[in-house]
């Protein structure tokens, strides 16, 4: 789990960035950069999720 939540970490960071970039700058390749890292961490974020829960029930 803590694997997981390091990537959950990275992959916010490179979204963060990608995305001031975008909002900032009117960069619109980070704009692309940042919507492809957001579905990535979703799928993150639901496995933490169940993982989470799974650890829960023990």
């Avoid at 950069?33 to 829960?53: D, G, N, Q």
């Amino acid at each position: 789990m803590n694997e997981l939540v390091k990537t959950i970490d990275e992959l916010y960071a490179a979204f963060k960035t990608d995305a001031e970039l975008q909002a900032g700058k009117n960069n619109k390749a980070a704009g692309l950069r940042a919507r492809k890292v957001s579905l990535e961490l979703e799928k993150k974020l639901k496995e933490f999720r169940k993982t989470s829960l799974a650890a829960a029930a023990k």
